[in-house]
């Protein structure tokens, strides 16, 4: 059985975002539920100005059809009646009897699906041509647009330093000519944040001459503030509730939700405003349990931050951790700059705006040179106070995971805690491996 | 391949530049960096295009994972070791960080870091637009303050244009030898060195273009070598010509990308009396073949190597011509694009060869198997 799903039974806003992650995409494949919008492909957290033209971000994986959606598809037909709360409770009362087993499986199924899925990109993305020789996140993007490219109407490719990702933008022509760009400039010199307003601009007038939808200054203002708003919660579960001594629910549970939040939060699970309700209600429900002691103490759990996850990572770690007594933590859009404010005044630019947060994400977090990421992962680490680093050298990696040797001394140097490094190359691939890493490591904590 | 004598005065020629008072400005960059300025400053630019062995990429591998691309593994791998024949490292003043890609940026952070060399930035938008212009505008100027500031006096204008006007005609000359009636390996050789020594290639060697209108290439299996450069003292060409083949055109970085980055005289005349950024700028516009660009290096690609293929056939009457892709293992800017520029090529009935290779000397047995096989199909 799996850890979570005791935890996660009674946990409505959870098992709703999970539905919404796995089951809202699908329906897009059909034009019609589209209702006259684009889709549009995004990765990395830059949506808002999808939302603002008013067509709908996907990130791509989001449009495969996942097993578990079956069970799913009945508790949200469930709750199409009953509503998402009466749902949950119906869930935890059943469990009790325990004699519909089908529901241990529920949390097992979101999780297995996806990487199931995730690694089946992978192999496509090899398949279809590229390299083994690149990073898990590349193979696995370009097997999603080879599977779903026929379904989307652009996608949107926001510059980054990574050369590679640069040159997979390039490569997705192939399948969909039509890619819009934005570029950020590498550095923030002279005038650089004008020129970068002037390209989001473009990207604007991409968007609207694609949808036929006009941006207004309104537009914009109204979705940063509801992408701040799931910002400033995301920073709450990161910075105050995993630093808490009573988790609402056990460890490997709680880095689950971290992980979905991080994958979801790239398209908002194509609704900004239902996932900010999410977000809302999952917070609240995280203090609610906490205040009511539902969930575990974890006061005696050494708090170990791993990072980078968002490229490909074991997911089985947080298990792993869980079980040699610790709590594993997740926070890259935190580390990579992309949980800063949007600034929204009545009277300012809010294409300027958007410039000034694009410009602050390349020069402090994801950064042009590994000075600044590695600045980045230390002023995150010590900001949530963790006991130990977790560095994933992700195979294939040669921008954001190959700066180790850099961290390591300014980590010795800086937090002084213990710190390692994982290889990764595919999901399930080198558990055994890992496992006596881990083992090894949490020795440190003994 | 490059002799060690070569590496000596090589040496000699930094050293006495040196002694001059200019300083040195390394950079691993392939393209877009603008050496007229460094020029212009009175520095030496020194462009970092040397291979490397087993040795050298374990070096690199105590600093970047393995999975890193071999010839920036490499480089760093150089200043660790820092082999007697490079001795002329140990005069370099300054070392540019440039993103070229990103292992250019990881590359040359670490080298400005764990081997003490004061660093310069200078970093290249990634899509070639107006706007894209406007920010590499803003890089020269933060580029020329930067230099200014090394030699602790300003650079005038004219300088610049002399600069210029001086690289211009050094790359005219140099391009001169994409047709010539020699082997590849003596190509490559010429161009290795005009790269090293810039300019100054032409006063000091007997540099003389002639071609004596014997087609003697005209009997061996052509190729194009395309995709990322032959360093020095890679012995990749050689593998081709024992292999039967010779290589006719260096579609690469080192070789006819670099050289063929020329402005036309009449041109560059009516340009003098404007700003000298402007004309960087419009060089770096019309650098449409570098590899360091997005959205539209493959279309390019393509376009340039058919047009390539034109040329010898009318130019030297040389027809069946394969094209080589040289991919070094875990380049972003080669490997990723590599099976769809091969099938395009392919569409319009061409020989492709993608060879993906490290500098390990174990694999050089099956590269040259591969290479012969290849060879033999044309
Ligand atoms: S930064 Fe690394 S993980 Fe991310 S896309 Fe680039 S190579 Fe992949
Ligand atoms: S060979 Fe490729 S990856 Fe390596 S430095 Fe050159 S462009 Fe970058």
Redesign the pocket.
Known sequence: MSLMTDDVINFTSMLRMSYDFLHSGRKFNIKSNRKGKKLISVVFPFSDLVFAAKAIPIFPIRLEKFKVNTYLEALNSASGLFGWKAVSNFLGFIRKFDFLKVFDGIIDDVINSLNYKYNKMYDLGIEEGVSNDFCYGIKALYGMHSSRHNNLDANLNVIIRC?AFNKYYESLKRFNDNLIWLDIPPRNIGNALEICTENVKDTASQLEKLTGNSITDNDLRKQFRISNECRELYREIIYEISNSDFYPCNPATFSEILALLSISFQDFNSNAETYLKNFRNLVKEMKERIRKKIGMDVSNRPRILLTPRFGGWEPESHNLIYKMGGRLLYADWEILGALENIEVYAYSDPIEAYAKFLMDITTKGIGCDNNALTDSYIRVARKMDVDGLIFIELFGC?SISNCYTMLRQKVRKELEIPTTALTFNKIGENIEQVKIRLGAFMEMFN | MVDLEFFLEYYEFLKQEKEKGKKIIAY?S?DNIPEELIDAAGFIPLRLIFSGNDELMDRGADYLPTST?S??LSTIGLFSVKPNKYRFLDLIDYLIVSN??V??ICSSEIICKYFDIPRIDFYVPYILSENGLKYYRLELIEFKKKLEEIRGSSISNEDIINSIEKYNKFRKNISKIKYLDISGSDKLELYQKALLYGPKILELRDFNINNDGQIKIKNKKNVILTG?SIFLGDDLIEIIEEGGGNVIFLDTWVGDVYFSQTLEDNWLDQQKENDPFDILTEMFNRNTYT?HVVPNFMEYKIKKIVSIINNLKEKLGISNIGVINHI?K?????SLPREQLKEKLQAKNYFVLNIERDYARASHGQLSTRIEAFLEMI
Do not use: L, T, V
């Open positions: 050369s040669h | 691993m392939h691309c010839f920036a070229h890609c292992s250019d990322c590899d070094i875990f380049c972003d800017h080669m």
